[in-house]
Structures are given as C-alpha cells and as structure tokens.
C-alpha cells in the first residue's frame, strides 16, 4: 500500500518564489522521483508551503530520506 509524507514549513511571512519551487523540484522531487517515489507536490499559501510525496512503501521512503544525498539536497531546498 502506498505511503504519502508530508512536509510542512512556516514561511514567517515569506513569498514562496518559483525559484523556490524548481529548488525543490530540480533538487528533491528529481532524486526522490529517480529513486522510487511515485508523485510528489507542492503547494503554498500565506503561512505554509506543503510539500508532498507518494511512495510505493515504507522501506523505499526511508532508505531515500536516510542517504547521504538526501541531506545534501535538503541543504539546497533549505537554503533556497
């Protein structure tokens, strides 16, 4: 059965750019996509930016989100 995970972030009061959402679609999404995740978005309001992503199991999530890729790219999303 597929899992989702979600990731939720207070933007403090700001803007959520497209160049924010290609950092996170060129950094995270690509790799995540590459390595077994099924679908992945993105969505922002005034408060929050919500990013999603689908797996096809637990196992598959975790060994992407434990790599040492992962925090590389979470680096970039972060500092974007």
């Known amino acids: 059965m597929p899992i989702a995970r979600y990731w939720v972030v207070n933007t403090r009061g700001n ?4 160049e924010m959402a290609k950092t996170w679609k060129d ?3 690509e790799f995540a996509l590459q390595n077994g995740c ?3 978005a ?10 999603v ?5 637990l196992e598959t999530m975790n ?4 790599s040492d890729h992962y925090n590389v790219i979470g680096d970039a999303v972060s500092a974007s």
């Open 15 to 18: 803007e959520v750019t497209e």
């Open 27 to 29: 950094n995270f999404l």
């Open 38 to 40: 099924l679908r992945g």
């Open 42 to 51: 993105l969505a922002a309001d005034g408060e929050r930016v919500i990013a």
């Open 53 to 57: 992503s689908v797996w096809p199991d």
């Open 63 to 66: 060994a992407v989100i434990e």
